[in-house]
């Protein structure tokens, strides 16, 4: 059987049992009704269509997709913090490694664990499973990469076919006045030469064709909702749940998730992973780091007039739209066919509630730079989502028992490149590395102990990764100075030219991103222009090009800690800052029918695009992003 019917297995067995994490079974997945089933001498596994009768899978298919794999059934759910969840059967599949995640890290990761059995003639089980309905799906960034760990995966990947089909060939820095564009130097740190302009969301999808092609498990449509434990050791994970209606009750067609358990879990979640951020907390892997800060990153893909179209040009801006004391800056990089990828990055430790980073975003169109560019052309995708920009001094431990953090989850992002792809691969190969050491050529599973990966930690201290990221580390947080951007600037200059990191100190970050945002008080309303519909665009005519879905009739996966936070503080003090930090329009204060002329707090569940902000730049910290059913959410197309 073809991986992509397994999927419907876990598609359709997605979301364990909880407040927190159920999910409705999705609309385009209601007739398929998949499950495993066991016989006397073997597992098979089975597709049920509602127009066909249950037709096993040849058991040879079988063996060449699962090879090895045990099928067991678990007595009991683990409970996920719903107080009403009863105790369920549920099937449990064993693998030797399970990777949560289907971007750039966790299909590295599985490609390098096959490529490294098929080289020594070894068997190593691997899943990937993936919470976009497709490979890709909630892929997006700007995307400019270095092909490295690219050419270490697939030395032939032109031959092969990858999808990079734009090299880069000019880069140009600009300081943004009102209605000027300053030439700057150009950070050598920044250079493109090499480099490819990419729809990351292509590349991964081809790249998930390259792990099926080696024989890896990859499930997309299925969301991992709560981590297994045996104590601090990292067992495996738990798909969600599917079919329960919005009030957290199982439908007629509910279908428990399954447990997916591995003799190792890699956490390649990408940036504030839902999994990831409990996990660190329960483990304690920043007891000796710094906490996590982060930007988000708002972009657009427009076909423009062939006349004004220069392909493989690469543009960074500073200064308009943004402040002063806002971190962020603009990129706009010349595709292929026409095609011009631009966005904006907002640094998430902005401190005006009344900044909107989306608004913001449409402001960098109107400069005449942008405008001109544009004039004539056509959106054709719009996208958003949280990056790490922390770096060195914001890394968690990446190893624990049983399991590892890898790519974005861990935040390996270099900033002042703005490049994360070729780290995140990076890692996922160093992980493989020392997972495919530890449990085939040393044989760790062998025993009760957990496989520790405290290898993989040693080799990215070794690794190109650590090199560049210490090399930058005190850039970003140079920008929380009273002098604001210049004197980031200043010293960004110096230690990019001269000092390239080779001080005695390191610069630490004074505060987490929610924590940054002032009290409405302080500040003055923001007067944004209205949209043109041509070149600037409503937010809800920008989601809709995000092709986001999520059923109905599922509990709401924006999870409110005290639903009074909002209201009660949030409103009052803040001025209700998560209607305008939300690039899909979530979240509303809407007048409150049962108590007129008051507010009350709603969240547009079915508008959320995946992003992550609301988890992070929540003054609060009241809200709680859980993954709804597996395969909603965005569907982004050439991001």
Request: proline residues 6%; charged residues 20%; hydrophobic residues 35%.
């Amino acid at each position: 059987m073809y991986c992509r019917n397994v999927s419907a297995v876990l598609s359709k067995s997605t979301t364990a049992l909880s407040a927190r994490s159920f999910t409705a079974a999705r609309t385009a997945a209601n007739k398929i009704h998949a499950r495993i089933v066991s016989s006397n001498s073997s597992s098979v596994l089975c597709v049920r269509t509602s127009d066909q009768r249950k037709h096993p899978a040849p058991r040879s298919r079988l063996q060449q997709q699962v090879r090895g794999l045990s099928v067991s059934h678990a007595p009991r759910a683990p409970d996920q913090g719903n107080e009403n969840a009863d105790e369920v059967e549920r099937e449990a599949i064993d693998y030797d490694v399970v990777i949560v995640g289907g971007g750039p890290a966790g299909l590295s990761a599985a490609i390098r664990l096959k490529q490294l059995a098929a080289k020594q003639d070894a068997e190593i089980n691997v899943v990937v499973i993936e919470k976009g309905g497709e490979i890709g799906a909630h892929t997006l960034s700007g995307a400019c990469i270095e092909t490295g760990p690219l050419e270490e995966l697939f030395p032939d990947w032109k031959e092969l076919g990858a999808p990079l089909n734009q090299p880069a060939l000019e880069d140009h820095m600009k300081y943004l006045t009102e209605k000027n564009a300053i030439p700057l130097p150009h950070p050598p740190q920044m250079n493109n030469t090499g480099n490819y302009i990419v729809s990351l969301s292509n590349v991964v999808k081809w790249l998930g064709e390259k792990a099926e092609e080696l024989g890896v498990d990859v499930f997309p449509g299925t969301a991992a909702a709560k981590v297994i434990y045996d104590g601090d050791s990292v067992q495996g994970i738990v798909t969600n749940d599917a079919g329960v209606d919005k009030n957290f009750k199982p439908k007629s067609s509910f279908t428990p998730g399954m447990e997916l358990r591995g003799k190792l879990t890699l956490f390649a979640e990408g940036c504030h992973g839902s999994l990831t951020k409990g996990l660190i907390r329960k483990l304690k892997l920043r007891d000796d780091s710094s906490f996590q800060t982060y930007g988000l990153g708002i972009k657009e893909v427009w076909e423009v007039d062939p006349a004004k179209h220069s392909p493989g040009k690469v543009i960074h801006t500073l200064g308009y739209p943004l402040d002063y004391q806002t971190y962020g800056g603009g990129f706009i990089y010349h595709m292929e066919d026409s095609k011009v990828t631009l966005g904006l990055v907002v640094g998430l430790d902005y401190q005006n509630p009344y900044l909107s980073p989306y608004k913001e975003f449409q402001r960098f169109k109107t400069h005449p730079f942008v405008a001109n560019l544009l004039d004539g052309g056509r959106v054709l995708s719009y996208g958003a989502r949280a990056l790490v920009e922390g770096g060195l001094q914001s890394l968690p431990k990446l190893y624990f028992a049983g399991g590892a953090l890898i790519g974005d989850t861990a935040g390996f992002m270099n900033v002042p490149k703005i490049k994360g792809t070729h780290n995140a691969m990076k890692s996922g190969i160093l992980a493989a590395d020392s997972a495919f050491k530890a449990i085939i050529t040393e044989g760790a599973d062998s025993g009760d102990s957990p496989v520790v990966l405290s290898e993989y930690e040693q080799a990215f201290k070794n690794s190109s990764i650590y090199k560049e990221l210490h090399e930058v580390r005190n850039i970003r947080p140079s920008f929380h100075t009273a002098l604001g951007i210049w004197g980031g600037i200043a010293w960004s200059g110096l230690d990019t030219m001269l000092l390239k990191g080779r001080v005695p100190f390191t610069f630490q970050h004074k505060h987490p991103d929610h924590a940054m945002l002032q009290p409405a008080a302080m500040h003055k309303p923001i007067d944004y222009p209205k949209p043109d519909n041509k070149i600037t665009f409503d937010l809800l005519t920008s989601v809709s090009r995000t092709g986001t879905n999520h059923a109905e009739d599922q509990p709401v996966h924006l999870r409110l800690k005290d639903k009074t936070v909002e209201i009660r503080e949030n409103l009052p003090v803040f001025d209700g800052p998560e209607q305008r930090f939300c690039p899909a329009g979530v979240y509303e204060y809407v007048e409150d029918e049962a108590n007129p002329g008051k507010k009350r707090f709603q969240i547009n569940a079915q508008n959320c695009i995946h992003c992550k902000t609301c988890d992070i730049k929540d003054p609060a910290q009241n809200i709680n992003w859980t993954v709804p059913e597996g395969g909603d959410g965005p569907n982004y197309v050439d991001t």
